[in-house]
């Protein structure tokens, strides 16, 4: 997923994705119908949580190497049109850049870790989707955040994710050859 709108898309939880050049997304793209579209929109919080961003998508098939960066380098590749769900105020937010204490939009602007379900859950869909060696590294130096839930200490993300994986008889790798 690179997005080439000069608009910001998200990453992993609240990581902001600016359209650098030569820097690769990794994401899942599916095909939805209208009315499959409006309930992911409604799951989701649109457009109150979220709202949907127009981005342009260069798809390729893991090879749990460099797939996605060939792509994105590939002067034959074609992009296609794909949405991706984002901060309602994601075009007004820019990331810091290292090292500063200041961006071009806000000196308060601040990153909040994942939960380590919801980071457990975005690495496994990394491997088993085999998307770039070099973004399952950086995967791997997130930090998570440190809660006090003892219901949930790691997040609530993927015990939801199992219940509903039960409740559907289905299985979130029933796409994946192999699986």
């Given at each position: 997923d690179n997005d080439n709108d000069n608009d910001d898309s998200n990453g992993v939880a609240a990581k902001q994705a600016l359209p650098l050049s030569g820097k690769v997304v990794h994401g899942l793209v599916y095909t939805l119908t209208e009315d499959e579209f409006a309930k992911v929109g409604s799951t989701e919080g649109v457009p109150f949580g979220y709202r949907w961003q127009s981005c342009l998508v260069y798809p390729y098939r893991g090879d749990g190497k460099q797939?996605?960066?060939?792509?994105?380098?590939?002067?034959?590749?074609?992009?296609?049109?794909?949405?991706?769900?984002?901060?309602?105020?994601?075009?007004?937010?820019?990331?810091?850049?290292?090292?500063?204490?200041?961006?071009?939009?806000?000196?308060?602007?601040?990153?909040?870790?994942?939960?380590?379900?919801?980071?457990?859950?975005?690495?496994?869909?990394?491997?088993?989707?085999?998307?770039?060696?070099?973004?399952?590294?950086?995967?791997?130096?997130?930090?998570?955040?440190?809660?006090?839930?003892?219901?949930?200490?790691?997040?609530?993300?993927?015990?939801?994710?199992?219940?509903?994986?039960?409740?559907t008889g289905t299985k979130r790798t029933y796409m994946i050859d192999g699986y």
């Amino acid at each position: 997923d690179n997005d080439n709108d000069n608009d910001d898309s998200n990453g992993v939880a609240a990581k902001q994705a600016l359209p650098l050049s030569g820097k690769v997304v990794h994401g899942l793209v599916y095909t939805l119908t209208e009315d499959e579209f409006a309930k992911v929109g409604s799951t989701e919080g649109v457009p109150f949580g979220y709202r949907w961003q127009s981005c342009l998508v260069y798809p390729y098939r893991g090879d749990g190497k460099q797939a996605g960066g060939n792509s994105l380098n590939d002067p034959n590749a074609l992009p296609i049109q794909a949405y991706t769900l984002v901060e309602p105020n994601a075009p007004n937010r820019t990331r810091k850049q290292k090292g500063t204490n200041t961006d071009a939009n806000s000196s308060n602007d601040v990153e909040i870790p994942p939960s380590a379900s919801y980071l457990g859950l975005i690495r496994e869909g990394a491997r088993l989707w085999k998307f770039d060696k070099s973004y399952q590294d950086e995967l791997t130096t997130i930090q998570v955040a440190k809660t006090n839930n003892i219901l949930f200490p790691d997040g609530w993300e993927g015990p939801t994710l199992q219940l509903a994986e039960k409740a559907t008889g289905t299985k979130r790798t029933y796409m994946i050859d192999g699986y």
